[in-house]
């Protein structure tokens, strides 16, 4: 009861307290505020340059496929075939990852975890210039899981030609203990199998810098690159993506051209300058 009587007497004295102090508030005279001076503008400061500028690199040229053909320049004789009817100048693997094999005519590359690249490279010949057509037939085969032709390889370097089994194909540049490059792609396109099991024929045509791409005879798409200018040799390969855990596929019937070609370039008409002559005065 005492608690309950102190709590009352509070709130009716903070009550008059308050009433209070509002009276007087409001009967004093409030300042008058004058006009507020104009702001001067603050003076500009410098620009700091935080970071120099630098070259932009130059675009390469990428050329996708369009309703107007693009020929096989300077398409010459067959340099190699090869029936796989041997493994002598392939490189064949067995391991707890996967196996490269040859045999009934094909070399199959069959991938047993995820993220597996696994290839198989041919000893010779070592090519510069060329056209390499190769069939692929993926048995199993889904999603990111990709395949296709490795090409200008040595043992630092190679540029694959991927078709991957969601229907798209990219060509990438691979260096040796590092992640590949993208340099084109990837195109969606109505050539590349979705999926397994599947069959398409593979066009590399190639000359100094210049890149072209085929699937069944049809041109996909091409690309002016100069990572790699020397000559290298072929292979192929197989990889699974990171949620797949198992592929196959195979490949038959090699054929390599020869290309001879080279790329227009504007010519430099030559001008004669006319020599300075002096007139003598007399």
């Avoid at 094909?106 to 510069?128: C, D, H, M, Q, W």
Wanted: negative net charge; contains cysteine.
């Amino acid at each position: 009861m005492r608690y309950k009587y102190l709590r009352s007497f509070s709130i009716v004295l903070f009550s008059i307290i308050f009433l209070s102090l509002s009276a007087c508030l409001s009967s004093q005279t409030q300042p008058t505020l004058g006009p507020l001076a104009e702001a001067s503008p603050a003076p500009p400061t410098a620009t700091i340059q935080w970071f120099l500028p630098t070259a932009t690199a130059t675009p390469q040229v990428i050329q996708i496929a369009t309703y107007t053909p693009v020929p096989l320049s300077g398409i010459g004789g067959i340099i190699a075939t090869d029936d796989f009817s041997s493994d002598i100048a392939w490189n064949t693997i067995e391991s707890g990852e996967g196996s490269v094999n040859i045999s009934r005519n094909r070399i199959t590359i069959a991938v047993k975890e995820p993220e597996i690249y696994l290839f198989s490279l041919r000893n010779e010949p070592l090519l510069g210039d060329f056209y390499l057509e190769i069939d692929a037939h993926p048995a199993l085969c889904k999603g990111g899981d990709s395949y296709g032709l490795i090409f200008r390889a040595s043992s630092d370097a190679h540029y694959k030609y991927a078709l991957a089994c969601d229907g798209t194909l990219r060509l990438e540049y691979k260096k040796a203990y590092n992640r590949p490059r993208l340099l084109a792609g990837p195109f969606g396109s109505a050539n590349a199998p979705l999926g397994s099991p599947g069959d398409v024929r593979l066009g590399v045509w190639m000359a100094g810098s210049e890149m072209r791409f085929y699937l069944n005879d049809r041109f996909q798409f091409a690309i002016t690159d100069r990572l790699l200018s020397d000559a290298g040799t072929i292979g192929v390969f197989a990889q699974t993506a990171p949620e797949n855990s198992a592929m196959t596929v195979t490949f038959s019937n090699l054929v390599l051209h020869s290309v001879g070609y080279t790329s227009p370039t504007p010519t430099i008409t030559p001008t004669e300058t006319p020599v300075p002559t002096s007139t003598k005065i007399e």
